[in-house]
Nanobody
Framework: QVQLVESGGGLVQPGGSLRLSCAAS????????MGWHRQAPGKERELVAL???????KYGDSVKGRFTISSDNAKNTAYLQMNSLKPEDTAVYYC???????????????WGQGTQVTVSS
């Protein structure tokens, strides 16, 4: 079993900042990448940011220059620093991890339960 636990969501005013954390635990053999997706009401789920175990990053166009993803491989934890937040960043943010469980040789994608981020004055 693998679990992803997110924290750090909440309500913030436009222009403010939030930091999300995602800790992976359980029967983990190797984590290849961790990331964040988000889904706003009435919209499709979209990639926010991704970081590989080697440190390569990828960002969605709407967050480039404002959000920064980082990770602590020793803690199996990823972080998303969100600055200059806009009302359109309001969404449920989901942590994702592409990893190989101890009991398998195949990479599997896991999702967290989601954390709400609301940007409003």
């Amino acid at each position: 079993q693998v679990q992803l636990v997110e924290s750090g969501g909440g309500l913030v005013q436009p222009g403010g900042s939030l930091r999300l954390s995602c800790a992976a635990s359980g029967s983990i053999g190797r984590i290849n990448a961790m990331g964040w997706h988000r889904q706003a009401p009435g919209k499709e789920r979209e990639l926010v940011a991704l970081i590989t175990s080697g440190g390569r990053t990828k960002y969605g166009d709407s967050v480039k220059g404002r959000f920064t993803i980082s990770s602590d491989n020793a803690k199996n934890t990823a972080y998303l620093q969100m600055n200059s937040l806009k009302p359109e960043d309001t969404a449920v943010y989901y942590c994702t991890a592409r990893l190989v469980p101890r009991s398998s040789s195949w990479e599997t994608e896991y999702w967290g339960q989601g954390t709400q981020v609301t940007v409003s004055s």
